[in-house]
């Protein structure tokens, strides 16, 4: 238990859909991110928060909608997506800062996109 | 940008063996981690070591960062120990991940 939870592990859904993915954390951080993970390629980090605050977008296509209501809870909305999108999709948290310092990271969601 | 590459790419042991896994990287770095990724897809932080030496258990890590390389050691290997082991630095505000190393444990 890292202390950070998602919900929920799985999820299938059809390109019209939409859906949200939910990241909580428990450890009094104030940075949190999403990445994404696909078959046979590295980690990608798409959204970083601190402070409620989004820092960085990376060139994620705007079918995600990240939103950080509080330092605790992390979402992740969902729409029109295409099946290259399916993936594992990870969040994690930080100690406050900038710059990312020592990451824990949530189960996952394990994405599929029909 | 910075590049990190990961040795070996698979590793397969017979249980309680040792094990060496390393991590290259192409520039200088503020932050690396390693982190043990298991078979249901959870990522398990290792070990936060930007610079020197430190161990937990059967694990311990080393990062010579002037010399642009970690080391992840394994010992007396057990089949929970199987998944994808990754480091992942941080450099000029960006973090990247290597590519993993896939690990197998026997019995």
């Known amino acids: 238990e890292t202390g950070v939870t998602q919900t929920p592990r799985h999820l299938v859904m059809g390109m019209t859909n939409k859906k949200s993915l939910k990241c909580e954390q428990h450890?009094?951080?104030?940075?949190m991110y999403w990445y994404k993970q696909s078959a046979k390629k590295p980690l990608e980090l798409m959204f970083v928060y601190n402070f409620k605050e989004q820092t960085e977008n990376n060139s994620v296509p705007s079918r995600f909608s990240p939103e950080c209501p509080n330092s605790s809870h992390l979402f992740l909305h969902l729409h029109t997506l295409q099946p290259e999108d399916s993936a594992l999709y990870l969040c994690?948290?930080?100690?406050?800062?900038?710059?990312?310092?020592?990451?824990?990271f949530g189960q996952g969601t394990r994405l599929t996109v029909v | 940008g910075i590049q990190v590459e990961q040795s070996p790419p698979d590793l397969i042991l017979q249980e309680g063996a040792n094990s060496t896994l390393r991590c290259n990287f192409s520039?200088?770095?503020?932050?690396l981690q390693w982190f043990h990724q298991n078979p249901w897809g959870q990522l398990i932080n290792l070990f936060y070591i930007p610079s020197g030496t430190k161990q937990n258990g059967r694990l311990s890590a080393t990062t010579v960062a002037t010399e642009r390389y970690s080391l992840l050691y394994i010992s007396s290997s057990q089949t929970t120990d199987s998944g994808v082991y990754f480091c992942a630095v941080e450099s000029r505000d960006k973090v990247i991940f290597g590519p993993g190393t896939s690990l197998s444990v026997i019995p």
């Open positions: 520039d200088s770095v503020n932050n």
């Open positions: 994690a948290s930080s100690r406050p800062g900038v710059m990312h310092t020592e990451a824990f």
């Open positions: 450890l009094g951080h104030n940075a």
